[in-house]
């Protein structure tokens, strides 16, 4: 049974890091296509960034440049969000997903609260 597991979030202060992890158990990751998604309160969930196997990222536009997506090569079980220059508007439950085709995996989320 897949599972992912969130950690790494919090209350931060404009302009703030914070780095999240995504522990994955209980499939074969290095063919899942991981990602990172939000959602704020009375939004919708959005994509943030994803990684595909060979490396590859994808970020939206809000975060690009202040985000990196990385997933660790010798495990391919670990997915990393580092988050610099937060802002207000970053504030969110964050949440890891995995993707093959028409499988999808989510985690149970983590907040990250930015404000002062």
């Known amino acids: 049974q897949v599972q992912l597991v969130e950690s790494g979030g919090g209350l931060v202060q404009p302009g703030g890091s914070l780095k999240l992890s995504c522990a994955a158990s209980g499939g074969i990751f290095n063919v899942y296509t991981m990602g990172w998604y939000r959602q704020a309160p009375g939004k919708q969930r959005e994509l943030v960034a994803t990684i595909i196997p060979s490396g590859r990222t994808n970020y939206a536009d809000s975060v690009k440049g202040r985000f990196t997506v990385s997933r660790d090569n010798a495990k391919n079980t670990v997915v990393y969000l580092q988050m610099n220059s937060l802002k207000p508007e970053d504030t969110a439950v964050y949440y890891c997903?995995?993707?093959?085709?028409?499988?999808?995996?989510w985690g149970q989320g983590t907040q990250v609260t930015v404000s002062s």
């Open positions: 997903n995995a993707a093959l085709g028409m499988l999808q995996y």
